[in-house]
């Protein structure tokens, strides 16, 4: 009797100590909100997104260090999808059915978002995405914080055609080969088409991830371009492909003044692993570039070479500020207004409080998240590559340019409503 007695009293303890350790641990959890970083350590696509990962880490610390979101400090859950579309997957389903976080901040291709795409609606997680993309998409649990094609690719192909872009009749449209860049040529096609630019007057090449040769793609531009007509090169590779495309661009001699190559994924980072000199003259078209002369962006890469020597990252005293990067911290500080506005990190309370907010860019514009369609109102710059890796803006918009997720190019386009998809 008295050793049942005993076990009823070790066991009642044991249920005590387990419910008080719970509880500990549930009120740690509360002392913090947690937010998921998404992008590529390691595969391909790390050339691009590690930058965008300690981007995220350092706008954390910033947030923190100013009493956090709602008084609780920002806790990062930083995870490695390794360039690997399906683990992209995987790992936001941990991200938000695991790690419980309240929003995450990932992808980069168009691919990687397609996949993590049902896992978000399904958990009903929130996803901010800070990379270009080609539009043709709206959905209630995504905020796209970097350009549509009517904030990139359109002005871009404009710029080429005009008379300060050197007036090309010809075109390259050269892609990887995934959504983005074929769904972007897509649409550039028919712009050109209403533009009088006929079929033969346009070639289209694709490579895979991770392609290094370009010996023979160069090769046929030229030859495209001997043709008599002035031809200009729309880039659409991703990843690390850039570094071998460009080093054979600069080995063939095809300068700017021949064949200007303007590009949609080529930023500062992407070229500090390029000899730059042979791509002078060379164009990028971005809504931010680094070498932008104002006080928010002198913040801005301020703040983030100071990270780069904090944290020990390689090169730390030549780290650089791209678009992507920019449009990271903006994508994070929108969210912390839009929880405060709504008081709660709830994710439909979040998504009706995002409508409108805004904040001052390091692009040096008022930046503005749309009331209706879940994309930035931005501005829009071209600028040439200069020796040095920078970029001297040639054209820039008057003022931000409201996102057109639904390209007018594509039939049908004009019958799809400006609100995401519930």
């Given at each position: 009797m008295q050793r049942r007695s005993f076990l009823k009293v070790l066991t009642l303890m044991a249920g005590t100590l387990a419910l008080g350790t719970s509880l500990s641990m549930n009120a740690l959890a509360a002392e913090t909100?947690?937010?998921?970083?998404?992008?590529?350590?390691?595969?391909?696509?790390?050339?691009?997104?590690?930058?965008?990962?300690?981007?995220?880490?350092?706008?954390?610390?910033?947030?923190?260090?100013?009493?956090?979101?709602?008084?609780?400090?920002?806790?990062?859950?930083?995870?490695?999808?390794?360039?690997?579309?399906?683990?992209?997957?995987?790992?936001?389903?941990?991200?938000?059915?695991?790690?419980k976080v309240a929003v995450v901040f990932g992808c980069w291709t168009s691919v990687s978002r397609k996949s993590v795409l049902p896992v978000f609606k399904e958990l009903n997680g929130l996803l901010f995405y800070p990379v270009q993309y080609e539009g043709e998409e709206l959905e209630k649990n995504v905020f796209y914080t970097g350009a549509a094609p009517n904030q990139q690719a359109i002005p871009a192909v404009e710029y080429l055609m005009s008379e300060d872009g050197g007036g090309a009749t010809r075109f390259v449209l050269l892609g990887t080969d995934y959504v983005y860049p074929?769904?972007?040529?897509?649409?550039?096609?028919?712009?050109?088409?209403?533009?009088?630019?006929?079929?033969?007057?346009?070639?289209?090449?694709y490579t895979p991830f991770g392609h290094a040769d370009y010996q023979t793609i160069i090769a046929k531009i030229k030859k495209f371009a001997a043709e008599g007509k002035k031809t200009a090169v729309i880039s659409t590779i991703n990843g690390d492909s850039n570094v071998p495309f460009y080093k054979e661009l600069g080995n063939a001699g095809l300068k700017a003044t021949?064949?200007?190559?303007?590009?949609?994924?080529?930023?500062?980072?992407?070229?500090?692993?390029?000899?730059?000199?042979?791509?002078?003259?060379?164009?990028?078209?971005?809504?931010y570039f680094m070498s932008l002369q104002n006080g928010e962006n002198d913040k801005f890469t301020k703040m983030y070479k100071d990270w780069a020597v904090k944290q020990k990252l390689p090169n730390a005293d030549k780290v650089v500020t791209n678009d992507p990067m920019e449009a990271t911290y903006i994508g994070i500080h929108l969210w912390k207004q839009a929880v405060e506005k709504a008081k709660t990190t709830e994710v439909?309370?979040?998504?009706?409080?995002?409508?409108?907010?805004?904040?001052?860019?390091p692009s040096g514009f008022e930046i503005k998240m749309?009331?209706?369609?879940?994309?930035?109102?931005?501005?829009?710059?071209?600028?040439?590559?200069?020796?040095?890796?920078?970029?001297?803006?040639v054209w820039k918009t008057p003022g931000p340019?409201?996102?057109?997720?639904?390209?007018?190019?594509?039939?049908?386009?004009?019958?799809?409503?400006?609100?995401?998809?519930?």
């Amino acid at each position: 009797m008295q050793r049942r007695s005993f076990l009823k009293v070790l066991t009642l303890m044991a249920g005590t100590l387990a419910l008080g350790t719970s509880l500990s641990m549930n009120a740690l959890a509360a002392e913090t909100i947690k937010v998921g970083i998404l992008h590529s350590l390691s595969g391909t696509m790390a050339i691009s997104e590690t930058a965008l990962k300690e981007t995220a880490l350092m706008t954390i610390e910033e947030i923190n260090s100013q009493g956090g979101v709602l008084g609780k400090k920002l806790e990062p859950v930083v995870v490695d999808p390794a360039s690997n579309w399906p683990l992209f997957a995987e790992k936001s389903r941990q991200l938000l059915a695991q790690d419980k976080v309240a929003v995450v901040f990932g992808c980069w291709t168009s691919v990687s978002r397609k996949s993590v795409l049902p896992v978000f609606k399904e958990l009903n997680g929130l996803l901010f995405y800070p990379v270009q993309y080609e539009g043709e998409e709206l959905e209630k649990n995504v905020f796209y914080t970097g350009a549509a094609p009517n904030q990139q690719a359109i002005p871009a192909v404009e710029y080429l055609m005009s008379e300060d872009g050197g007036g090309a009749t010809r075109f390259v449209l050269l892609g990887t080969d995934y959504v983005y860049p074929r769904t972007t040529n897509k649409i550039l096609r028919a712009f050109l088409n209403a533009k009088g630019i006929t079929d033969a007057d346009i070639m289209e090449e694709y490579t895979p991830f991770g392609h290094a040769d370009y010996q023979t793609i160069i090769a046929k531009i030229k030859k495209f371009a001997a043709e008599g007509k002035k031809t200009a090169v729309i880039s659409t590779i991703n990843g690390d492909s850039n570094v071998p495309f460009y080093k054979e661009l600069g080995n063939a001699g095809l300068k700017a003044t021949d064949v200007p190559v303007v590009a949609f994924s080529v930023g500062e980072e992407e070229l500090r692993g390029v000899d730059t000199k042979p791509l002078v003259g060379h164009l990028a078209s971005w809504n931010y570039f680094m070498s932008l002369q104002n006080g928010e962006n002198d913040k801005f890469t301020k703040m983030y070479k100071d990270w780069a020597v904090k944290q020990k990252l390689p090169n730390a005293d030549k780290v650089v500020t791209n678009d992507p990067m920019e449009a990271t911290y903006i994508g994070i500080h929108l969210w912390k207004q839009a929880v405060e506005k709504a008081k709660t990190t709830e994710v439909d309370a979040v998504i009706t409080a995002m409508a409108g907010q805004s904040m001052k860019a390091p692009s040096g514009f008022e930046i503005k998240m749309d009331e209706k369609n879940h994309h930035l109102h931005k501005p829009v710059f071209i600028g040439e590559v200069k020796a040095d890796g920078q970029f001297n803006v040639v054209w820039k918009t008057p003022g931000p340019v409201r996102a057109a997720p639904w390209s007018p190019f594509i039939p049908g386009n004009d019958k799809k409503s400006d609100q995401p998809t519930p």
